[in-house]
Nanobody, 119 residues
């Protein structure tokens, strides 16, 4: 199952944006789905994850601002981003990690979706 991110755009600081991750097949076949991001000149980092059972996990910098959700029937995972900051500017990707620290993934990265937070 391949995962593809979409929904990025330009938003002002303090604004909100909702990203979507669409699965090419049944999302029921995927255990954990995670969002990652890569800012200009920086390494890709893990942002949020959700298991097939609905358990969620967030990196500390987005806790309380981002919410990850999953709809297996629609084969979609979403990332609701609120109170956006300039440091959230990055290309966002979704993928399926298979380790507990979300370092190793099963699929290709694809093009991702660009989120730019700027006034």
């Amino acid at each position: 199952v391949q995962l593809q991110a979409s929904g990025g755009g330009l938003v002002q600081p303090g604004g909100s944006l909702r990203l979507s991750c669409a699965a090419s097949g049944s999302l029921f076949k995927v255990n954990t789905v995670a969002w990652y991001r890569q800012a200009p000149g920086k390494e890709r980092e893990w942002v949020a994850a959700i298991t097939s059972g609905g358990s969620t996990d967030y990196t500390s910098s987005v806790k309380g601002r981002f919410t990850i959700s999953r709809d297996n029937a629609k084969n979609t995972v979403c990332l609701q981003m609120n109170s956006l900051k300039s440091e959230d500017t990055a290309v966002y990707y979704c993928n399926s990690p298979y380790d507990l620290r979300y370092r190793f993934v099963t699929g290709s990265w694809g093009q991702g979706t660009l989120v730019t937070v700027s006034s």
